[in-house]
C-alpha cells in the first residue's frame, strides 16, 4: 500500500463537501482503497478556518498547488473555463491525475484535454460534471457500452428543477424561487447559465459526446432557458395534463442527430414529470439494455462531492476508461440536425380578442385546417380569451410559418413550447 496525496483547488460549495467526505468517512473510504488517501494541499481565494494549516499547506494560487511534486491527484471544483484550464494541462503536464466538477471545462474543451491525457499518460474523472449524485457517466460509459444509445431525455439542472417545482406547487414568482435556490447553494456563480440553459447544454453535450462515441459538441447545441416561463404557462400547461421541465434532448437517427435543451411540456403522469425540486433524471432507450431511469440530486455540496469522492477511489484503484467511452483517435465529429426540423407535438398559447371570436369554433377559425388540434381549454379574461392547445404532430419549420401568418386582429399574442412524449414508463 502507497499513499495518494491529493490536492483539492477550490472550497466553495462542492470543495467544502469534498473537504467534509474525507474527513467523516475516512474509515470507509479506506476499506474500499488499495492505497491510502491523504490531503496535503488545499487553494482558495481566501483561507479557510476549517482547513488545519499545520497538517495541509494552503495555495492562494490553484495552479501553484498543481505544480506541488508532492501531489498525486489534484480535485478541481474551482470551476469556470481560463483558469481550470491552466490548472488542468499544469497538472497533467506535471504527471498528475485529476478529479472535477467542471461541466463547462469538459464540454467545451474536452477533446483537446483528452488528447492531452493521452500524450501524457494521465487521466481526467468527471462524475461529479454532470447530474451531480447521479453516476450518469459510469452508467453511459461503462454500464451501457455493449448497447448503442438511441436516445435519452433529461433534467440535469437542478436549479432551473427546483425553480420550475416551486412555481407550481407553491405559486411563488420566479425571483423568489431563484432566490431560495441560490440560499441553498444550487446556481452557478453566474446564475445565468443555469436560468439560460447553458449549463444543461454543457452537461448534455458530455453525455452525448459519450453516447454517440464523438467529441463533444457544446457550440452546436440549441439552447434554450426557463427565463421565459410564467405561472401562468405553468398553470396552463397542467389544467392540459401536463407539466414543464427543463430538458436535455437526445435523439440519434443516424448520420444526424438532436441535441437541444428547452422547456417542454411532459404529461404529468409520465415519470421524468414527477421529478421535483433539486432532482434530476435521465431516460434512456439503449439498443439492448431497452428504456433505464435513474433520478437523483442534481445539485448541493455532499451530493457533488459524493461524486467527486467516488471518482478519487476509482483512481486509487487505478479503475479507468477511455474519456469519452471510445479511444481518442475513433471520436467522430458529430452532425446536429437544425431545431426547424424536429417533428414533435406544440403547446400553444394564445391570447384572443374575444369580440371576434366564440369558444365553440375557435381552434377552426384560428388555424383553419393547417393544425390539428389535440386538445385545447380556454379561459375568459375581460375582452379576452386565454386559450391553450396541444398540437398533433408536426415539423417545427411548418409550426413557425403557420404561427408568422395568424390573423393579427384575432390573435393578440401567442407563443409555443415543444412537448415531449418519449416513453413507456
Ligand atoms: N448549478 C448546477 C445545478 C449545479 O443547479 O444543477 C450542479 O451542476
Redesign the pocket.
Known sequence: MRKIKIGLAGLGTVGKGVYEILQKDAKLISQRTKHQLELVAVSSRSKKDFIDETKIKFYADAVDLARDPEIDVVIEVIGGNAVAKEIFETAIKNGKKIVT?N?SLIAENGFELAELVEKYNSYIAFEA?V??AIPIVKIFRESFSSSKIESFAAI?????N?ILTKMQQENLTFDEAQKQ?QDLG???ADPS??IKGI?TAH?LAILSAIACGSRPAFEQTHIEGIENISIEDINLAFELGYKIKLLAIYKNHGPSIEQAVYPALIKSSEKIAQVDD?F?AILTKASNADWNFICGR???SLE?ASAVVSDLIDIANDRHSFMFGVENKNLIDVKIENISQRFGQYFLKLIVNKSLAQKTDLSQKIFGEKIKIEKAIFFDANEEILCGFITQVLQESDLLEIMKNLDSNLVRSAKFLRVENSNPL
Open positions: 466538477a461541466k460534471a447530474a451531480a440535469l439542472n437542478g436549479s432551473c427546483f435556490a444550487y446556481l452557478e447559465f443555469d449549463d452537461k433539486s434530476n442534481g445539485a448541493g457533488t
